[in-house]
Protein backbone atom coordinates (compact mmCIF):
# COMPACT_ATOMS: atom_id res chain seq x y z
CA UNK A 1 0.00 0.00 0.00
CA UNK A 2 1.77 2.81 -1.32
CA UNK A 3 2.03 6.05 1.66
CA UNK A 4 0.85 8.96 -0.79
CA UNK A 5 -2.86 6.78 -0.62
CA UNK A 6 -2.77 6.20 3.04
CA UNK A 7 -2.89 10.21 3.22
CA UNK A 8 -5.28 10.31 0.57
CA UNK A 9 -7.20 8.73 3.11
CA UNK A 10 -6.56 10.47 5.90
CA UNK A 11 -7.39 13.69 3.98
CA UNK A 12 -10.37 12.04 2.77
CA UNK A 13 -11.88 10.88 6.59
CA UNK A 14 -11.00 14.46 7.65
CA UNK A 15 -13.41 15.90 4.55
CA UNK A 16 -15.87 13.46 5.81
CA UNK A 17 -15.96 14.79 9.61
CA UNK A 18 -15.82 18.39 8.35
CA UNK A 19 -18.74 17.77 6.32
CA UNK A 20 -20.72 15.86 9.04
CA UNK A 21 -20.22 18.25 11.53
CA UNK A 22 -21.12 21.09 8.84
CA UNK A 23 -24.95 19.36 9.09
CA UNK A 24 -25.17 18.84 12.55
CA UNK A 25 -23.50 15.18 13.42
CA UNK A 26 -20.37 14.45 14.88
CA UNK A 27 -18.64 11.64 14.13
CA UNK A 28 -16.53 9.79 16.76
CA UNK A 29 -14.25 6.70 15.96
CA UNK A 30 -12.97 3.82 18.90
CA UNK A 31 -12.11 0.33 19.57
CA UNK A 32 -13.50 -0.30 22.85
CA UNK A 33 -16.56 -2.58 22.21
CA UNK A 34 -17.60 -2.88 25.88
CA UNK A 35 -18.38 0.58 25.79
CA UNK A 36 -19.80 0.49 22.48
CA UNK A 37 -22.28 -2.05 23.54
CA UNK A 38 -23.34 -0.08 26.26
CA UNK A 39 -24.29 3.29 24.20
CA UNK A 40 -25.91 1.39 21.95
CA UNK A 41 -28.30 -0.58 24.47
CA UNK A 42 -28.60 2.72 26.11
CA UNK A 43 -29.56 4.57 22.71
CA UNK A 44 -30.39 2.64 20.59
CA UNK A 45 -32.67 -0.49 22.64
CA UNK A 46 -35.05 -1.02 19.74
CA UNK A 47 -32.09 -2.90 17.66
CA UNK A 48 -29.89 -4.79 20.14
CA UNK A 49 -25.93 -4.80 19.20
CA UNK A 50 -25.46 -7.11 16.21
CA UNK A 51 -23.94 -10.64 17.08
CA UNK A 52 -20.68 -10.35 15.08
CA UNK A 53 -19.85 -7.00 17.34
CA UNK A 54 -21.21 -8.58 20.38
CA UNK A 55 -17.44 -8.19 22.89
CA UNK A 56 -19.58 -10.67 25.12
CA UNK A 57 -19.01 -13.41 21.89
CA UNK A 58 -15.97 -11.84 20.54
CA UNK A 59 -12.70 -11.09 21.00
CA UNK A 60 -12.40 -7.35 19.68
CA UNK A 61 -9.56 -4.86 20.22
CA UNK A 62 -7.48 -2.03 18.76
CA UNK A 63 -5.85 -3.37 15.88
CA UNK A 64 -8.87 -5.57 14.60
CA UNK A 65 -11.65 -3.72 14.77
CA UNK A 66 -13.38 -0.27 15.25
CA UNK A 67 -16.74 1.33 15.94
CA UNK A 68 -18.60 4.62 14.27
CA UNK A 69 -20.70 6.92 16.41
CA UNK A 70 -22.77 10.06 15.56
CA UNK A 71 -24.36 12.54 17.23
CA UNK A 72 -26.03 15.29 16.78
CA UNK A 73 -26.22 18.70 18.20
CA UNK A 74 -28.32 17.80 21.22
CA UNK A 75 -25.87 15.11 22.13
CA UNK A 76 -28.68 12.24 20.72
CA UNK A 77 -27.15 9.36 19.23
CA UNK A 78 -28.13 9.12 15.43
CA UNK A 79 -25.48 7.11 14.05
CA UNK A 80 -23.76 3.92 14.41
CA UNK A 81 -21.73 1.45 12.48
CA UNK A 82 -18.62 -0.60 13.15
CA UNK A 83 -15.91 -3.09 11.43
CA UNK A 84 -13.83 -6.07 12.42
CA UNK A 85 -11.13 -8.76 11.22
CA UNK A 86 -12.81 -11.94 9.62
CA UNK A 87 -10.21 -14.63 11.40
CA UNK A 88 -9.87 -16.23 7.92
CA UNK A 89 -6.83 -18.06 9.37
CA UNK A 90 -5.88 -18.78 5.41
CA UNK A 91 -9.03 -20.39 4.26
CA UNK A 92 -11.29 -18.43 1.00
CA UNK A 93 -14.33 -16.32 2.29
CA UNK A 94 -16.42 -18.68 1.34
CA UNK A 95 -14.47 -21.51 3.37
CA UNK A 96 -15.02 -19.37 6.36
CA UNK A 97 -19.28 -17.90 5.75
CA UNK A 98 -19.85 -21.87 5.19
CA UNK A 99 -19.37 -22.65 8.74
CA UNK A 100 -19.81 -19.45 10.01
CA UNK A 101 -22.66 -17.48 8.33
CA UNK A 102 -24.67 -18.32 11.03
CA UNK A 103 -23.15 -15.71 13.73
CA UNK A 104 -24.03 -12.77 10.98
CA UNK A 105 -27.48 -12.30 11.10
CA UNK A 106 -29.51 -9.55 10.12
CA UNK A 107 -30.37 -7.82 13.30
CA UNK A 108 -33.70 -7.83 15.32
CA UNK A 109 -35.62 -10.70 13.57
CA UNK A 110 -35.97 -13.96 14.89
CA UNK A 111 -35.01 -16.76 12.88
CA UNK A 112 -34.92 -20.67 12.17
CA UNK A 113 -30.98 -21.40 11.47
CA UNK A 114 -31.73 -24.57 10.81
CA UNK A 115 -33.20 -23.53 7.79
CA UNK A 116 -31.02 -20.74 6.96
CA UNK A 117 -28.50 -21.28 4.17
CA UNK A 118 -25.51 -19.38 2.73
CA UNK A 119 -24.59 -19.50 -0.72
CA UNK A 120 -20.69 -18.28 -1.93
CA UNK A 121 -20.87 -16.46 -4.97
CA UNK A 122 -17.76 -16.29 -7.83
CA UNK A 123 -15.89 -13.82 -5.66
CA UNK A 124 -16.05 -15.12 -1.99
CA UNK A 125 -14.38 -17.70 -3.72
CA UNK A 126 -11.04 -16.06 -4.18
CA UNK A 127 -11.20 -13.53 -1.66
CA UNK A 128 -9.06 -13.82 1.25
CA UNK A 129 -6.11 -12.52 3.60
CA UNK A 130 -6.82 -9.78 5.36
CA UNK A 131 -10.78 -9.21 5.40
CA UNK A 132 -12.62 -6.59 7.21
CA UNK A 133 -16.36 -7.13 7.78
CA UNK A 134 -18.79 -3.88 7.70
CA UNK A 135 -22.08 -3.95 9.85
CA UNK A 136 -24.33 -3.10 13.21
CA UNK A 137 -25.20 0.43 10.41
CA UNK A 138 -28.38 2.43 11.85
CA UNK A 139 -29.06 5.87 10.73
CA UNK A 140 -31.52 7.34 12.88
CA UNK A 141 -35.08 8.50 10.98
CA UNK A 142 -38.31 10.75 12.29
CA UNK A 143 -37.43 13.92 13.66
CA UNK A 144 -33.37 13.41 13.45
CA UNK A 145 -33.36 14.55 9.74
CA UNK A 146 -31.29 12.38 8.28
CA UNK A 147 -32.37 9.82 6.23
CA UNK A 148 -32.56 10.97 2.74
CA UNK A 149 -30.27 13.44 2.56
CA UNK A 150 -27.58 11.46 1.47
CA UNK A 151 -25.27 11.35 4.53
CA UNK A 152 -25.23 7.71 4.86
CA UNK A 153 -23.31 7.88 1.57
CA UNK A 154 -20.64 9.88 2.73
CA UNK A 155 -20.39 7.47 6.48
CA UNK A 156 -20.29 4.31 4.80
CA UNK A 157 -17.52 5.91 3.05
CA UNK A 158 -15.75 7.00 6.01
CA UNK A 159 -15.63 3.51 7.60
CA UNK A 160 -13.95 2.20 4.49
CA UNK A 161 -11.24 4.92 4.19
CA UNK A 162 -11.05 4.25 8.14
CA UNK A 163 -10.62 0.27 7.62
CA UNK A 164 -7.94 0.80 4.45
CA UNK A 165 -6.21 3.54 6.79
CA UNK A 166 -6.04 1.88 10.01
CA UNK A 167 -5.57 -1.94 9.19
CA UNK A 168 -4.63 -1.75 5.51
CA UNK A 169 -7.59 -3.96 4.49
CA UNK A 170 -7.34 -6.31 1.56
CA UNK A 171 -11.11 -6.23 1.55
CA UNK A 172 -13.87 -4.86 3.34
CA UNK A 173 -17.64 -7.36 3.03
CA UNK A 174 -20.89 -6.59 4.07
CA UNK A 175 -24.16 -8.78 4.04
CA UNK A 176 -27.11 -6.46 2.92
CA UNK A 177 -31.04 -7.66 2.36
CA UNK A 178 -32.32 -7.68 -0.63
CA UNK A 179 -35.34 -5.18 -0.30
CA UNK A 180 -32.48 -2.14 0.32
CA UNK A 181 -29.88 -3.31 -2.06
CA UNK A 182 -32.74 -3.55 -4.85
CA UNK A 183 -33.41 0.24 -3.56
CA UNK A 184 -29.79 1.49 -4.53
CA UNK A 185 -27.77 0.99 -1.39
CA UNK A 186 -25.00 -0.72 -3.35
CA UNK A 187 -24.23 1.92 -4.40
CA UNK A 188 -24.88 4.76 -1.81
CA UNK A 189 -22.53 3.05 0.35
CA UNK A 190 -20.07 2.92 -2.38
CA UNK A 191 -19.53 -0.87 -2.52
CA UNK A 192 -18.75 -1.77 -5.81
CA UNK A 193 -19.40 -5.38 -5.91
CA UNK A 194 -22.68 -7.43 -4.98
CA UNK A 195 -23.38 -10.56 -5.36
CA UNK A 196 -26.83 -11.36 -4.75
CA UNK A 197 -28.20 -14.82 -3.47
CA UNK A 198 -25.44 -15.40 -1.04
CA UNK A 199 -28.27 -15.27 1.77
CA UNK A 200 -31.37 -17.25 2.72
CA UNK A 201 -32.65 -16.22 5.90
CA UNK A 202 -35.52 -18.35 7.37
CA UNK A 203 -38.19 -16.14 9.32
CA UNK A 204 -39.27 -17.97 12.64
CA UNK A 205 -42.10 -15.90 13.00
CA UNK A 206 -43.90 -16.71 9.95
CA UNK A 207 -43.15 -18.74 6.02
CA UNK A 208 -40.90 -16.31 4.19
CA UNK A 209 -37.18 -15.73 3.78
CA UNK A 210 -34.89 -12.73 4.06
CA UNK A 211 -33.01 -12.72 0.87
CA UNK A 212 -29.43 -11.05 1.56
CA UNK A 213 -26.69 -9.83 -0.92
CA UNK A 214 -23.12 -9.74 0.27
CA UNK A 215 -21.38 -6.45 -0.87
CA UNK A 216 -17.28 -5.71 -1.16
CA UNK A 217 -14.64 -3.50 -1.88
CA UNK A 218 -11.20 -4.53 -2.33
CA UNK A 219 -8.50 -1.96 -2.05
CA UNK A 220 -8.58 -0.89 -5.59
CA UNK A 221 -11.76 -0.29 -5.29
CA UNK A 222 -11.19 2.24 -1.87
CA UNK A 223 -8.49 3.89 -3.43
CA UNK A 224 -10.42 4.74 -6.43
CA UNK A 225 -13.56 6.03 -3.95
CA UNK A 226 -10.98 8.34 -2.43
CA UNK A 227 -10.70 10.11 -5.60
CA UNK A 228 -14.07 10.66 -5.86
CA UNK A 229 -15.61 14.06 -4.85
CA UNK A 230 -18.23 13.86 -1.73
CA UNK A 231 -19.93 17.43 -2.49
CA UNK A 232 -22.04 15.34 -5.13
CA UNK A 233 -23.00 12.66 -2.13
CA UNK A 234 -25.69 14.85 -0.36
CA UNK A 235 -28.33 16.89 -0.69
CA UNK A 236 -27.80 20.51 0.41
CA UNK A 237 -31.11 21.69 -0.25
CA UNK A 238 -31.40 19.69 3.31
CA UNK A 239 -30.31 22.84 5.77
CA UNK A 240 -27.22 22.05 7.42
CA UNK A 241 -28.79 22.97 11.00
CA UNK A 242 -32.00 21.02 10.42
CA UNK A 243 -30.13 17.75 12.58
CA UNK A 244 -30.61 18.26 16.51
CA UNK A 245 -31.89 21.67 16.05
Not at 51 to 58: G, M, T
Request: aromatic content about 12%; hydrophobic content about 40%; some cysteine.
Amino acid sequence: MKIENIVRAARFVSQIMDMSLERGVRLSVGDDFASYAQIVAQHRAHQPIGPPFDPARHFLRQGNSLWILGHDKKGRLVHTQAMRQLDLAGMTLSDFFNSTFRSFPPAGVPLDMGASRYRAGPAASNIRGNVFYHGDVWLAGGNAGLRGTGIASLFARFAQALCYMRFQADYVVAFMPQEIAFKGLTEREGYMHAEPGTLQWMRADCDEFINGFMVWNGQTDIEYLLEMPLEPLVKDKVKKTEVGS
